[in-house]
């Protein structure tokens, strides 16, 4: 009814942390045109309209159901000028001429072909665009480009590793990260994090975070794993990143900065049932694959950092800081009003400690 739906509206809150927002989107007619916004601006570098149209887009998300006239926008925080008549607009024609120009659009087209390749960021898509380059044939070919390892890995594998990676094919390497895992130290665990913990049937990659029983067993995990995937043949690239951690260091401002545990970046072998192309008569795909092992003090600073979404976690931080008083990161908790850092030994004590209610996994997905 109208009266139960506008209270339902007036109790969405600005911070993603305080909103339950499962797969099960509602509103995708709505958040795909937003998010095609949002992306564009990025490839234009304009950072902060940008995530103006990606927190529109969450919020509809968050719906427990269709919009179903252009007034339901009017209590939904979050939804500025621009965003509600790129929704009007759809509601009157059923898609958004904005949306369908970027679409067509060169820039817009070339920055997401590039910007597709493992190791190939925003910057050097953009460079690559201005030099008019537009396909993957004429970057190959450029004589002047000298690609690094990560994109030539990310180039020479771009097949397999631009498909979607399945749940069941999460599950498969779960079993061989347990396995290498369990070699090193038979008591670490393996969890997996990223999207799969949310709940998505599908990923771009897969993520594992490692539990150590004790801190400091923590950093000889992830090179003897890199070292039994190479003796397996299964891997086909790494780049670990040693610890940088400092017990001593605040939990950072910055949203876009990498966190200090050691962690690496692969592309491994995943056999398959069947032969994925018949000419090269393989029997696997490649997969992307991010390991993470963080001293078990921190574990579940890590742990809630790595499950997402993005938006989530930003929204996390950002409610911690404006609302509480408190720096979050992937590493730690800390309190401004004490200067003390606040322990966590389950996901729910990191909420607890915010003052919001728990929210799942699979309610992350904002
Ligand atoms: N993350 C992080 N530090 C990194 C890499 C990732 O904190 N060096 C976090 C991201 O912020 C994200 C989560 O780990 O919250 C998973 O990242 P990613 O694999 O990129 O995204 P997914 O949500 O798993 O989505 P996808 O299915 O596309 O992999
Ligand atoms: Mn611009
Ligand atoms: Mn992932
Ligand atoms: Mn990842």
Avoid at 189 to 207: L, M, P, Y
Wanted: negative net charge; charged residues 25%.
């Amino acid at each position: 009814s109208a009266h139960s739906s506008a209270k339902q509206d007036s109790t969405v809150s600005t911070y993603a942390c305080q909103r339950r927002t499962t797969l099960n989107n509602h509103n995708k007619i709505f958040t795909d045109a937003l998010e095609i916004l949002a992306e564009n601006l990025e490839f234009c570098g304009d950072q902060g309209p940008s995530l103006a149209f990606r927190r529109a887009a969450s919020v509809l998300k968050s719906l427990p159901a269709a919009l179903r006239r252009q007034e339901d926008t009017q209590r939904l925080p979050c939804l500025g000028e621009h965003s509600k008549a790129i929704i009007e607009e759809i509601f009157e024609c059923g898609s958004s001429s904005r949306v369908e120009e970027i679409l067509n659009d060169e820039r817009y087209r070339t920055m997401k072909l590039f910007s597709s390749v493992f190791g190939v960021g925003l910057k050097t898509s953009e460079n690559w665009f201005c030099r008019g380059l537009r396909t993957f044939e004429q970057v190959l070919s450029e004589p002047s480009i000298r690609l690094n390892r990560m994109q030539t890995a990310g180039f020479l594998f771009y097949e397999d590793i631009s498909k979607p990676v399945s749940r069941t094919e999460a599950s498969a390497l779960k079993i061989i990260v347990e396995e290498a895992v369990i070699c090193v130290n038979p008591f670490a665990t393996v969890s997996i994090t990223g999207g799969f913990r949310r709940g998505k049937e599908f990923g771009h990659d897969v993520d594992f975070i490692i539990k150590t029983p004790e801190a400091g067993q923590e950093d000889v995990i992830l090179p003897a794993v890199i070292e039994r995937f190479k003796s397996q043949n299964i891997l086909l690239y790494s780049d670990l990143q040693e610890s940088t951690f400092d017990i001593r260091q605040l939990p950072t401002h910055c949203f876009d900065a990498m966190d200090h545990f050691s962690k690496c970046f692969l592309i491994v072998k995943l056999k398959c049932e069947q032969e994925t192309d018949a000419r090269a008569a393989r029997d696997w795909k490649a997969v992307r694959v991010d390991l993470v092992a963080p001293p078990l003090e921190r574990y579940t600073y890590a742990l809630l950092g790595w499950t997402g979404s993005t938006l989530f976690e930003r929204d996390l931080r950002r409610f911690a800081r404006l609302e509480r008083g408190k720096l979050l990161d992937n590493h730690a908790l800390y309190d401004k009003a004490t200067n003390t850092f606040l322990p966590a030994n389950t996901e729910e004590d990191i909420f607890a400690h915010l003052g919001l209610e728990y929210i799942e996994p699979w309610q992350r997905n904002a």
